[in-house]
């Protein structure tokens, strides 16, 4: 199952109980192969705990099963961002906005390869601007990134 496939209901219901339960709603990723695979990136100011994820995984779960929104076996996986995501989807870059990032790219900026910083703004189909450490403010077009993923500098707390 890819996001376009997956039922509209569903990700209003999860948006609204992420939104009720005063978590941000980092990323909803969808997959197929043997049966379907949904997994929920949740967090919060000062981060989330396992046992929030259990208990958001057992309320989504629940309204799934009532609400026969499967007709067939499916996995669910709630969890926290983690500190190396990879980001990769619009709501997963607003979400880190302000954030450390690793922006693995094709061919290197200014002689920079990887692009590390604070993300100021993205948009998948354009690019993403990041400031690196010495303030400079770089724009990486879409076409030449790779991979973005959160980064915590060494000696930095990420939260």
């Known amino acids: 199952m890819d996001r376009a496939r997956m039922p509209e209901r569903l990700e209003e219901f999860i948006v609204e109980e992420a939104r009720n339960s005063n978590y941000e709603l980092v990323?909803?990723?969808?997959?197929?192969?043997?049966?379907?695979?949904?997994?929920?990136?949740?967090?919060?100011?000062g981060g989330i705990t396992l046992d929030e994820c259990g208990t958001f995984n057992k309320k989504v779960a629940s309204w799934m099963d009532a609400e026969h929104i499967f007709h067939s076996v499916y996995t669910l996986d709630v969890c926290s961002p983690g500190l190396d995501r990879e980001l990769r989807s619009e709501r997963a870059l607003r979400w880190a906005r302000g954030k450390q990032v690793r922006v693995s790219i094709q061919e290197p900026l200014d002689g920079k390869s990887p692009i590390m910083g604070e993300l100021v703004d993205a948009d998948l189909k354009k690019g993403i601007t990041v400031k690196d450490d010495t303030d400079n403010t770089v724009f990486i077009e879409e076409s030449n990134i790779f991979?973005?993923?959160?980064?915590?500098?060494?000696?930095?707390?990420?939260?």
Do not use: H, N, Y
């Not at 990323?27 to 949740?42: A, N, T």
């Open 147 to 159: 991979k973005i993923r959160l980064w915590t500098p060494l000696g930095l707390k990420s939260r």
């Open 27 to 45: 990323d909803i990723l969808s997959g197929g192969g043997r049966g379907i695979s949904l997994e929920i990136v949740i967090d919060k100011k």
